[in-house]
């Protein structure tokens, strides 16, 4: 039974929490309006106006999202502000949102199996590594979002809110194409369930169904979006990124980076892989998938690409580093 101090002592840890995490939203934030923001103002007012107008190449015409909040925002703000100065804020907001909802998401979902001060080394362990995500373009404002967005449809599933994940399913497919990932690891998380004799047994009709409706929703919008909007050229086509990344140069950089944004819980995730909580262990499967398409879709030293992962690495990482975990509030699906 909890005492009223216990309780105080909850919220107390919550709310410090809170501002830690917003804290460092804050700072990530500002070094990015400082670092791309500002400095590609003239390029990235260019791009967002193109996928305002449906005028943009593929695939940046058909991530629609972020731009249109973005516009919103910044018309509202433009009552008070002169045009560039809404829409520098209106990103510089947005950006914080962005991270702040990452960071938060990513903490809840840590929680499940974690004590605060456990979830709390991983969210800052990410937020560190960031900055190395967040270089080498002008204008990729999804980036963000798409992994906070994963980290919230993971955390859905954990929980249960099935009602809840069909909104960041739709959420995900207007930001990006990669929103498929996140019904993928619906299925990855409760394909296999367990039966009464302690046997996995393959997933219900129900949860058949639910994929099925997820997946539909990204289909949706996907397909939707492309005919509503018409067919646009590439930016680079697959011939194009496979010459890009397998220069000398480019595949030292994309070595680098992606050491850098991991570091050590590269190693750790893959020694936690055994004794994590059995949720973490079927959600990470679907790394190998999503590492795939990185490869064949993606400019690889451009590693915000891998920022959904946090999500999976994260967790992994965290269990080796801790082999006692708090009792799981609920059991896994």
């Not at 129900?206 to 509503?228: D, E, H, Q, S, T």
């Not at 891998?306 to 990482?317: E, H, Q, R, S, W």
């Amino acid at each position: 039974m909890r005492t009223p101090e216990t309780r105080a002592d909850g919220r107390r840890a919550g709310w410090t929490t809170f501002a830690i995490i917003l804290s460092v939203s804050a700072v990530l934030a500002y070094i990015y309006f400082r670092q791309v923001g500002r400095l590609y103002f003239e390029e990235r007012l260019e791009l967002h106006g193109q996928i305002l107008r449906g005028a943009a190449e593929s695939p940046y015409r058909y991530r629609v999202l972020v731009p249109f909040i973005a516009e919103g925002l910044a018309r509202a703000l433009g009552a008070v502000l002169p045009g560039d100065g809404a829409f520098l804020l209106a990103y510089a907001l947005y950006d914080l949102a962005a991270i702040l909802l990452l960071l938060g998401a990513l903490h809840r979902y840590l929680r499940a199996w974690f004590s605060n001060e456990q979830a709390l080394i991983g969210v800052l362990f990410a937020a560190a590594t960031m900055p190395v995500a967040l270089r080498d373009h002008y204008f990729q404002p999804w980036s963000i979002l798409e992994a906070a967005l994963f980290a919230a449809g993971l955390l859905c599933i954990r929980d249960r809110r099935y009602r809840l994940l069909a909104l960041v399913v739709a959420l995900a497919s207007l930001n990006r194409e990669t929103a498929i990932f996140v019904p993928l690891a619906f299925l990855f998380a409760v394909a296999w369930t367990k039966g009464e004799d302690g046997e996995n047994r393959p997933i219900g009709g129900r949860a058949a169904l639910l994929f099925v409706g997820y997946a539909a929703i990204w289909a949706a919008a996907f397909f939707g979006l492309r005919l509503l909007l018409g067919d646009a050229p590439r930016v680079v086509t697959i011939g194009e990124l496979l010459a890009r990344n397998t220069s000398t140069p480019a595949i030292f950089r994309a070595v680098m980076r992606a050491a850098l944004i991991f570091g050590a819980f590269w190693i750790f995730a893959a020694a936690g892989f055994r004794r994590a909580p059995a949720f973490v262990k079927r959600t990470a499967l679907l790394a190998p998938l999503y590492l795939a398409a990185v490869a064949l879709w993606g400019i690889w030293h451009e590693v915000r690409i891998l920022m959904p992962l946090y999500a999976i690495v994260v967790p992994l990482g965290l269990s080796f580093l801790y082999r006692e975990r708090i009792a799981s509030p609920r059991s896994d699906p």
